[in-house]
């Protein structure tokens, strides 16, 4: 079971930009497709981005071009770069670990405490 903890959440305005890192431990952090989702209150969490064991990455159509996500495997370190946030970024986000079945979309089996972001107008 791979742990992780998120950080780099925070306040930002219309347009400005963060950047999400996710650490891992406790198990080969290579080996795991990883995947950032969100949640605001009453709804349901939702994929933003995945990137799979060697860097191929998905993105949801809200977020392309405007967020990329990356992964180090020396540092055990995921991250999403946000850029252009707009107020309806603003939610929870999560890392999560888990795999890609062949041929079937990102499966998470472990997740983060998760990460506020907040984008004011």
Not at 11 to 23: H, I, M, T
Not at 71 to 95: F, G, H, I, W
């Amino acid at each position: 079971q791979v742990q992780l903890v998120e950080s780099g959440g925070g306040l930002v305005q219309f347009g400005g930009s963060l950047r999400l890192s996710c650490a891992a431990s406790g198990s080969i952090f290579s080996l795991y497709a990883l995947g950032w989702y969100r949640q605001t209150p009453g709804k349901q969490r939702e994929l933003v981005a995945d990137i799979d064991t060697i860097g191929s990455t998905n993105y949801a159509p809200s977020v392309k071009d405007r967020f990329t996500m990356s992964r180090d495997n020396a540092k055990n370190t995921v991250y999403l770069q946000m850029n252009s946030l707009k107020p309806e970024d603003t939610a929870v986000y999560y890392c999560s670990a888990g795999y890609v079945p062949h041929g079937d979309p990102y499966y998470p089996t472990s997740w983060g405490q998760g990460t506020q972001v907040t984008v004011s107008s």
